[in-house]
């Protein structure tokens, strides 16, 4: 199977895509900071799921959902930092926070699936 056929991975995706547009409007001072911080935790996650998938074993497949599974954490505190900093507003944050959740629960089941 592709890792392109996961939903979590496809969901976690677009969250990646949502967050890179948004951080579009953040102000230019935080282009290498707050705004550089969500893009790279928003785009690990989908990479770490798909780097492994592409192991060969299902123990390093679990060892990088992990991984995606804490850069997911991290995108949740630069979030809520961009809201409160009103850097995203509330209907944005929202939907991206559900769409988080929603990859959140999404990888917590595939690793249940996998142990």
Same mark, same amino acid.
Request: hydrophobic fraction near 40%; proline fraction near 2%.
């Given at each position: 199977?592709?890792?392109?056929?996961?939903?979590?991975?496809?969901?976690?995706?677009?969250?990646?895509?949502?967050?890179?547009?948004?951080?579009?409007?953040?102000?230019?001072?935080?282009?290498?900071?707050?705004?550089?911080?969500?893009? #790279?935790?928003?785009?690990?996650?989908?990479?770490?799921?798909?780097?492994?998938?592409?192991?060969?074993?299902?123990?390093?497949?679990?060892?990088?959902?992990?991984?995606?599974?804490?850069?997911?954490?991290?995108?949740?505190?630069?979030?809520?930092?961009?809201?409160?900093?009103?850097?995203?507003?509330?209907?944005?944050?929202?939907?991206?926070?559900?769409?988080?959740?929603?990859?959140?629960?999404?990888?917590?089941?595939?690793? #249940?699936?996998?142990?």
């Amino acid at each position: 199977m592709s890792f392109k056929e996961l939903v979590v991975w496809q969901k976690a995706y677009q969250l990646s895509l949502q967050i890179y547009k948004i951080t579009k409007r953040f102000p230019r001072s935080e282009n290498f900071a707050l705004s550089l911080q969500l893009r #790279k935790a928003s785009a690990s996650v989908p990479a770490n799921i798909a780097e492994g998938c592409e192991r060969l074993h299902k123990k390093e497949f679990l060892h990088f959902l992990s991984i995606a599974r804490g850069s997911l954490s991290e995108e949740e505190t630069f979030m809520l930092l961009a809201k409160d900093l009103g850097y995203i507003n509330n209907k944005d944050y929202e939907s991206l926070n559900n769409l988080r959740g929603e990859v959140g629960k999404l990888l917590r089941g595939l690793t #249940k699936s996998l142990t």
